[in-house]
């Protein structure tokens, strides 16, 4: 079976710019969340969702970013305007049908550079 | 609230040493725990799980046990190849929320 896939896998851009990170989950997992990881400040929970409805976005960072899932498949995190300070790996994950004792299955990240 | 804290890195061991790398939480209630290792340049990756008191977890020779009584999911290996070498993350899950410990680097030398 396919794993959770990002695209794309590096992003280099100027400051100002729009940035859009995408996820595909894993067929018949209905929990997606995005993650943040620096060397300063570890992995951060950005959001997540739970068939389809976002249930906690209090890790985002500010109005800059944004999370959708249009379907049960995928998500997209949209940061606009970007700014240097947002470089990090993103990293998005699903995971079964409960929070609580499902492991989560991670992407491979998208590292993204803000010049 | 709750919290993991694991032992800071980095962690570095010869080939076939002992490994145990600390990990203790705090929260209420009964959580599920989970480490993950994460390798260069990838996502994390469940490497085992625990969901309730004295439940022990294995994975590729590591193991941990869900110590209620100290709080604790120590990760241990009898002997570490250098294929080990990776960022090693206890967690905690509960009430729909997930928390990650800070990480563990840990370099396995020849």
């Known amino acids: 079976d396919a794993g959770v896939i990002q695209s794309p896998r590096h992003e280099v851009t100027e400051m100002g710019q729009e940035v859009t990170l995408r996820c595909k989950l894993i067929s018949g997992h209905n929990s997606l969340f995005w993650y943040r990881q620096t060397m300063m400040r570890g992995l951060e929970l950005l959001i997540y969702?739970?068939?389809?409805?976002?249930?906690?976005d209090s890790g985002m960072p500010e109005d800059r970013f944004s999370a959708k899932m249009p379907n049960a498949s995928f998500s997209t995190l949209k940061i606009q305007p970007s700014e240097p300070r947002d470089s990090a790996v993103y990293f998005c994950a699903s995971s079964g049908d409960s929070l609580s004792n499902q492991p989560q299955h991670f992407g491979d990240g998208t590292r993204l550079s803000i010049l | 609230g709750d919290s993991v804290t694991q032992m800071e890195g980095p962690v570095t061991l010869s080939e076939e040493a002992f490994l145990t790398i600390n990990c203790t939480y705090t929260a209420t209630g009964y959580p599920s725990l989970f480490w993950y290792v994460q390798y260069p340049g990838e996502g994390l990756q469940l490497l085992l799980k625990?969901?309730?008191?004295?439940d022990k977890g294995s994975n590729k020779g590591f193991e941990a046990t869900y110590r209620k009584e100290t709080t604790s999911f120590h990760l241990e290996k009898g002997s570490v190849q250098v294929s080990d070498s990776a960022v090693y993350f206890c967690?905690?899950?509960?009430?729909?929320?997930?928390?990650f410990g800070k990480g563990t680097r840990l370099h396995i030398l020849p």
């Open positions: 967690a905690l899950s509960q009430n729909d929320k997930i928390i």
């Open positions: 969702f739970n068939n389809n409805v976002p249930i906690d």
């Open positions: 625990a969901t309730k008191a004295d």
